[in-house]
């Protein structure tokens, strides 16, 4: 069973950049899908992006694409997310997730097996 643990949120001005990080522990981790998804206060856990086993294969929502990119690096156990242009309505908890199932990174929380606790992202106007 894997443990995951986001880092690097925090407060930025729009049009700011920020680097979450999620480390894993206890599993083999070049066997999980990976994703990243966020959740607003009132609002519905949504998707943001997810990454293949290999690092092959990326999907983004579109009120990301061009602004965020999900990289893996399998032999630090570690999956990132690189947000640049941020915008006030990219304000939320992300969260870190991985999926036992092989093929396509999937787009649907709940097709995630194991979470992370979430890192805050705040962006002023």
């Known amino acids: 069973q894997v443990q995951l643990v986001e880092s690097g949120g925090g407060l930025v001005q729009a049009g700011g950049s920020l680097r979450l990080s999620c480390s894993a522990s206890g599993g083999t981790f070049n066997t999980y899908g990976l994703g990243w998804f966020r959740q607003a206060p009132g609002k519905e856990r949504e998707f943001v992006s997810a990454?293949?086993?290999?690092?092959?294969?990326?999907r983004y929502a579109d009120s990301v694409k061009g602004r965020f990119t999900i990289s893996r690096d399998n032999a630090k156990n570690t999956l990132w997310l690189q947000m640049n242009s941020l915008k006030p309505e990219d304000t939320a908890v992300y969260y870190c997730?991985?999926?036992?199932?092989?093929?396509?990174?999937?787009?649907?929380?709940?097709?995630?097996?194991?979470w992370g606790q979430g890192t805050q992202v705040t962006v002023s106007s």
């Open positions: 997730a991985a999926d036992r199932t092989p093929g396509t990174p999937r787009m649907t929380a709940t097709s995630y097996e194991y």
């Open positions: 990454i293949s086993r290999s690092g092959m294969y990326t």
